[in-house]
């Protein structure tokens, strides 16, 4: 069963979310202006990540999705983004 994987305030710690990876066997959509997340390592998705309006996402590892990738602000990894459906973000996108 595919589920949504909603990130909220509630989900970050100084900015980071509250694990060391963020994956779903779903979707993965972030809440807007949260600011530039940070998740240690990866961020992963069957389906589509959506980072809401000023809020972007950075993955010390690879940002990855089957469904395409968008971030109101920045997208960042330390490794390499990899979408099915394509990329898009408000302020730039960024690998290594």
């Known amino acids: 069963m595919n589920t ?3 990130v909220t305030p509630a989900d970050l710690i100084d900015g980071f979310y509250r694990e060391h990876n963020m994956i779903s066997n779903g979707d993965i959509q972030i809440e807007p202006h949260l600011g ?3 998740v240690r ?3 992963r998705a069957v389906g589509s990540i959506v980072a809401g309006s000023g809020t972007g996402i950075k993955a010390g590892s690879g940002i990855g999705a089957g469904g395409g990738i968008k971030a109101g ?3 960042n990894a330390g490794e390499g983004i ?3 459906w394509g990329i898009a973000a408000g302020k730039g996108i960024d690998v290594g």
């Open 4 to 6: 949504t994987l909603t």
């Open 36 to 38: 530039q997340v940070l």
């Open 41 to 43: 390592g990866s961020i």
């Open 73 to 75: 602000c920045g997208i």
């Open 82 to 84: 990899k979408a099915d």
